[in-house]
């Protein structure tokens, strides 16, 4: 038996292979009773479960080729956004956004919709030109943007198979500074929430909900290469941080990215984390909901109402944003959107007793839930919060897929 990484989800599974080549995993796939790939484990939802078998993706190949002339990078499904990043920065160029940790595959992350944050920032499958997937039928598929199946493919919850490569575009190299701004009035955030998620390329705000009425912190990445705005400080009030900062207040700040406004190389300022440590806190739960931006005030003032009920469960609320894309099954489709992040402690009692109420305040605002963190599944009207669903169901009755109303 085996456990995500958050440890809070033991797998159903009853088998694990690790195939070492493409080649092995088109010869095992066929042969094997519901198979489903399993990557850096870091889901906390039963998205990358099965009552079969699990395809563990960490034998195969992890080259990375960067293409200049074209602007992609091309890399193997097991590659990670740490591994990857920074081969992509020694060949001269960059990725638009990065998620919050970089310890995740690339693959993953895009088969679940996960994101960083920025106003003008899809997620992270809007990098993705081309993808490559060996089928449960051991077929191999080749899908780039501009095909009629792209946009059902790419945020594909591992359904349609076990993604093998990947095409990102890419763009040239810049640098990052990061601030911190501690103890922020939530009623000046309310007032304007576009004006402080525009202060920065990525901006995080960060609350523990002990205060009804403050922030705990507002992270502000800012790309140099691009025109200085507002000061933070001065823009949003509270105070500049003394020193470095962990995302959950007390936690030791040695894991996190360099802050102080140093400059530095885009792929160690966008992440919140370093891949040298333990992201986040480790063992902990995640849930996530995306509310299309225009409730995005509602949705914190509906959080606000029940700030008591939340700080008991809760290590930290991250509020950030993401921008609209087309793709079939992103919790950003069709409409820009607030993300609402939750670390819990590592307590199934405690957050399963929080959800229904915090699920009944978002629903009528359209949240779709994360694919990859805990929700209510049984709950979840995906015919209703994704119009392309029936779409989404066609497709994988091409392919071949494994039911997707098991997701």
Request: glycine share 12%; aromatic share 6%.
């Amino acid at each position: 038996m085996s456990t995500n990484w958050g440890g809070n989800l033991t797998y159903a599974a009853t088998g694990l292979v690790e195939p070492g080549s493409v080649a092995e995993l088109r010869r095992l796939l066929p042969t094997l009773e519901a198979p489903r790939a399993l990557g850096s484990r870091h889901s906390f939802s039963r998205v990358a479960d099965t009552p079969g078998v699990h395809v563990s993706t960490a034998g195969l190949p992890r080259s990375v080729e960067v293409d200049g002339d074209k602007r992609v990078v091309r890399l193997e499904g097991a590659v990670r956004y740490g591994d990857l990043a920074p081969v992509v920065d020694g060949a001269g160029w960059a990725l638009a956004n990065l998620a919050s940790l970089p310890h995740i595959t690339v693959a993953g992350a895009v088969a679940t919709g996960t994101h960083g944050s920025g106003d003008r920032l899809g997620s992270l499958a809007t990098e993705v030109s081309a993808l490559e997937v060996v089928g449960w039928d051991g077929q191999l598929r080749r899908v780039n943007a501009g095909d009629a199946d792209f946009a059902g493919a790419v945020v594909s919850l591992g359904r349609l198979g076990v993604v093998t490569a990947l095409e990102l575009r890419l763009e040239p190299s810049y640098e990052v500074a990061q601030t911190v701004v501690d103890r922020v009035p939530l009623d000046g955030v309310l007032a304007d929430l576009d004006a402080v998620t525009a202060l920065g390329d990525s901006v995080s705000l960060f609350t523990t909900w002990r205060s009804a009425d403050v922030l705990d912190m507002v992270w502000v990445k800012r790309r140099l290469d691009r025109p200085a705005g507002l000061d933070p400080v001065e823009a949003i009030g509270g105070r500049a941080a003394d020193g470095p900062r962990h995302p959950v207040p007390g936690v030791d700040p040695a894991p996190a990215t360099e802050q102080g406004g140093a400059p530095g190389p885009w792929w160690t300022r966008l992440p919140h984390f370093r891949l040298d440590h333990v992201p986040s806190v480790g063992r902990e739960i995640q849930s996530e909901y995306l509310v299309p931006r225009r409730h995005g005030v509602a949705a914190l003032e509906a959080l606000r109402g029940m700030a008591d009920r939340l700080a008991g469960p809760l290590q930290v609320c991250e509020v950030r944003t993401v921008a609209a894309d087309e793709l079939w099954l992103s919790g950003a489709y069709g409409t820009d959107v607030v993300g609402l992040h939750f670390t819990w402690h590592l307590d199934p009692a405690a957050v399963c007793a929080v959800l229904p109420e915090l699920e009944g305040r978002l629903a009528p605002l359209g949240a779709r839930p994360h694919w990859g963190k805990v929700h209510r599944e049984a709950e979840l009207d995906a015919a209703t919060l994704y119009p392309r669903w029936g779409d989404w169901l066609d497709l994988l009755a091409r392919w071949g897929g494994q039911d997707a109303q098991t997701a």
